[in-house]
């Protein structure tokens, strides 16, 4: 065998290594083996090496949604963009230069800190975690990323060897991700599913439609049949809010056959982006935010631009046991501009009081009605 | 209101026993250590990293042998960087970073390394690129890509190693290097 030759095995035998490594559980035999094969030649070392700069090329591959795959057996190209991405007309997207791996990877740990200290952290798997009414929660997952969970709000942790998923099946949360791309972050809601690989954002489910919002790093949203039926489109729109979502979650399962016919459409969010997707996979275009005013409710304030007072009562009824209601049609419908504490409805209700004509009623549990003078 | 946060001191050894993840770190350092690895010197790299690889014990080897293979290179590769600072003039890239003409050639090896991956992908079948899209785009497990592809989760790997082959000698190993020793 000659030089070349021997040089060609490597490579083969680099490349098969390092798929079964990937794979994540390896037997002790198996690691044997590899640790054998290297000592066996330094040629084998360098493939090893040059392996994992391809794998790491790929992972900062910037352009796999302009890669195309048809003719890839039956199935058609999956990935369909919805929209051009946005760092085609730009430079190129800054955040995977060593620089932006030191900051996620600090970011991360001091995340990891964080929890350590105030959260509590969950060896999650296949683990629910759901808030009542008036309740928040920091929780710190396993990985390092940390969930800031909404009151009402029901999330199903499913970790995976490859993948860290989570279902939100109704609420919002804000995610903090922790960095890991051989690893990515899923938020499923429904059929629509978020992709990040180490960025902060925020998802909802609301009515039916689901609202993505991104703070830092970049993040896919990808809308499709997860499972198909022969048409399954209506029966999804019909079905409940927590059946749907448990249809997602029965969907997100491995091994689960999928027809030829699925179809994923994908929008890319940067950081101040938002976007809601319909139930019927319908997106609205991408919208700029001032993503800090809008996620403003994950620390616990809540901020209303000519919002009605009916909405701004519905946001602290969420978050507080006392419970505001609002007795006069005309003054629910006030609009009303205004940050507030999310956990002191008093203040509101004080607010209330010092710009319109109200008298404010309570009841033996505390609850508050407002109504208007007459 | 809210309850109170639950005090649990966090186990790191849970974090981990995912095998996997020991080897993520030292991997992404030797692909981002600064300076880390020029093309020429992968294979003077590698037979450093042989020779300390024979002077280690076997048992330790083996309980994180990918551990043990990406720190020994990072390392490897650092002490060669230092090395080189001395023997080189330092002005030049000093000067470089102050007037961010590196960024600016940094900007451009970048892209042409983005152009010579798209080009690569090229040469692999719609399959592999279809797997390889799978698993570093829409960040789906293998199983999950066999599920959606109809295939069996060997056809799978297989996929994955012919397109890692393939990959390997299309990609010039020059801007493979590059890619991984972006300045910090």
Known sequence: MDASERRRRAVEEAAEWWVLLQGGEVSRKERENYVDWLRESSVHVAEMLRVAQVHGALEKFERWSQVSTDGSGDAPSTVVPLTTPTHTTGSPLPKYTPRQWRLAASVAAVLLVIAGLTGLLLALRGQVIETQRGERRQVALADGSVVQVDPQTRLNVQYEARTRRVVLERGRALFHVAKNPERPFLVQVRDTTVRAVGTAFAVEEADHTVVVTVAEGRVAVLHGPVTEGPSPATAREETTTASAAMRADKAARPNEPRSAGSAVSEIILTANQQVTVAGAGTAELVREVDSARVLSWAEGRLIFENESVERAVREFNRYNRIQLSVNDAALAQRPISGVFSASDPESFVAFIQSVAAVHVKRNESDDITIEAVK | ?184
């Open chain 2, 1 to 184: 209101m809210a309850r109170p946060p639950l005090m649990t001191s966090p186990d790191p050894r849970y974090r981990l026993t995912d095998w996997f993840l020991k080897w993520r770190v030292p991997l992404r350092k030797f692909l981002t250590a600064k300076g880390a690895v020029p093309a020429s010197d992968l294979d003077d790299v590698a037979q450093e990293v042989f020779l300390r690889l024979m002077r280690y014990g076997r048992t330790e080897l083996i309980e994180h042998p990918q551990a043990y293979l990406y720190k020994m290179a990072s390392n490897v590769a650092a002490e060669w960087a230092l090395r080189g600072r001395y023997l080189r003039s330092p002005e030049p890239s000093w000067l470089g970073a102050v007037t961010g003409a590196e960024e600016v050639e940094d900007q451009a090896g970048h892209m042409e390394l983005q152009d010579q991956i798209e080009q690569a992908l090229l040469t692999l079948t719609p399959q592999q690129r279809e797997v390889l899209k799978l698993q570093f785009y829409a960040g789906l497990s293998r199983t999950e890509i066999a599920g959606r592809l109809n295939l069996s989760e060997r056809s799978v790997k297989r996929a994955l190693v012919k397109s890692y082959e393939k990959l390997r000698a299309r990609l010039n190993t020059e801007s493979l290097a590059r890619s991984s020793d972006g300045r910090e």
